[in-house]
């Protein structure tokens, strides 16, 4: 057998004033109104629903982005490309017209 513990006015009192829950303290607590706006796992559900299908639009949004980047990217390689065909054309129009003047100056 365990002795039995001598607990004392004192104690008790030291107890209740640490571990007692007052009118005041109660104030806090939530209340039946307030539990009726939580969200319910159906709510949660539903949410979730939702977030999924937004997500699913912005993921298919950013691939069409991605798609019309990857052209435009494309797109500006090729005309830079032209464009540099077509400067080493002039600069080699301009060598030998550049020629044919020196030519005439000095003939």
């Known amino acids: 057998m365990q002795p039995k513990a001598n607990i004392t006015l004192q104690d008790l009192m030291e107890f209740l004033q640490e571990e007692m829950v007052v009118k ?18 159906d709510d949660i559900k539903d949410l979730k629903l939702h977030m ?5 639009e912005i993921s ?20 830079d490309d032209a464009m540099v065909l077509e400067i080493m054309k002039l600069k080699k129009r301009i060598t030998l017209l550049e020629a044919q003047v020196f030519e005439r100056q000095h003939a």
């Open 60 to 79: 298919s949004e950013l691939d069409d982005i991605k798609a019309s980047l990857a052209r435009l990217e494309k797109k500006t390689q090729e005309d």
């Open 52 to 56: 999924n299908a937004r997500f699913a």
């Open 24 to 41: 005041d303290d109660l104030k806090n607590f939530a209340t039946k109104d307030d539990l009726k706006n939580f969200a319910t796992k």
